[in-house]
Structures are given as structure tokens and as C-alpha cells.
Nanobody, 116 residues
Framework: QVQLVESGGGLVQAGGSLRLSCAAS?????IGWYRQTPGHQRELVAI???????NYADSVKGRFIISGDNAKNTVYLQMNSLKPEDTAVYYC?????????????WGQGTQVTVSS
């Protein structure tokens, strides 16, 4: 089992920046970020799979950067040029593989609010 602890959310004005961090209690096969707003499904923001090729939602490409620190089992999401529509609860997501089975884990979520 993997525990995910997120930090870094908050309130920022449009055009500002925030950095989210997610510390995993162990190594992961895939790790990244999703976000969710009330009444909507959770959507992918950015993720780092095992091949290291990052994947971003079109809505954040060019503004958000995901990076990882393998030594610390930590993933970061640098969010720049934030827009009000980026307001959401951001969840860290990770997968591990054990005996050919994939297990998925979620963090508790951190609120990001972008004011106009």
C-alpha cells in the first residue's frame, strides 16, 4: 500500500503561480495529478508514467510542469499563469504493480482557488 500526502494548494490571483507537492510512502509505477470541480468527473492534469514521458491535459500544456524526485518519491506540479478555470480540488494519483496486478491510490486532495 502507498500513502500519498499532498501540499501546496491555496488561493492565488489569476496569472499567479502555485506549486503542489505529493510525497509517496514508496516507489510508484506511475504518479501524477488529477483535478475535480463540483458536479464534474475527476480529470487528468498531468502524469509521469514509468517510461518517464510526461502527459498533460491540453488545457494546461505550456502552463503547468510536472516533475519528480525519485530519491524522495515526490512529484511536483508547478502551475503558472493560473486561470480561474483552474480552480479545483487537485488530487495526487499513483499506481504500483505487485505480482502483475496494478493498484491505484489517491491523495486526500488539496484545494486550489484562482481569483479573477
Amino acid at each position: 500500500q502507498v500513502q500519498l500526502v499532498e501540499s501546496g494548494g491555496g488561493l492565488v490571483q489569476a496569472g499567479g503561480s502555485l506549486r503542489l507537492s505529493c510525497a509517496a510512502s514508496g516507489s510508484t509505477f506511475k504518479i501524477g495529478w488529477y483535478r475535480q470541480t463540483p458536479g464534474h468527473q475527476r480529470e487528468l492534469v498531468a502524469i509521469i508514467p514509468s517510461n518517464g514521458i510526461t502527459n498533460y491535459a491540453d488545457s494546461v500544456k505550456g502552463r503547468f510542469i510536472i516533475s519528480g524526485d525519485n530519491a524522495k518519491n515526490t512529484v511536483y506540479l508547478q502551475m503558472n499563469s493560473l486561470k480561474p478555470e483552474d480552480t479545483a480540488v487537485y488530487y495526487c494519483y499513483a499506481e504500483i504493480v505487485r505480482s502483475s496486478l496494478t493498484y491505484a491510490y489517491w491523495g486526500q486532495g488539496t484545494q486550489v482557488t484562482v481569483s479573477s
